[in-house]
């Protein structure tokens, strides 16, 4: 006979939310939603790939004009990405 499998959704998710793998990932995917919210739509349209690696923000442009522009703020982005955030995740930025 079957065991009841009856379990809330909240719990599920939070015992999920404990795995540190899940969560690091999470927190890669907010800071890249958070980033695309600080550039702003218009300058988004220039973004062609954006990842996260070792703790690094890798944003490849199609525009070599955007690139040194957002080059000036780097560590602006970086400071107010790890401030929505709550935690650091982010130590640079390269841009190419």
Not at 3 to 13: A, E, L, Q, Y
Not at 16 to 30: A, C, G, Q, R, V
Not at 68 to 87: R, V
Request: positive net charge; proline residues 1%.
């Amino acid at each position: 006979m079957r065991g009841n499998n009856n379990r809330k959704v909240g719990d599920i998710i939070r015992k999920l939310m404990k795995n540190p793998k899940l969560s690091e990932k999470l927190d890669k995917l907010d800071a890249l939603e958070i980033w695309n919210e600080i550039i702003g739509e218009q300058l988004c349209k220039y973004v062609i790939e954006q990842k996260i690696y070792k703790d690094t923000l890798h944003v490849k442009l199609k525009s070599a004009v955007v690139r040194n522009e957002l080059s000036y703020n780097k560590s602006n982005f970086i400071t107010e990405i790890n401030k929505q955030l709550g935690k650091k995740i982010i130590n640079n930025i390269i841009l190419k």
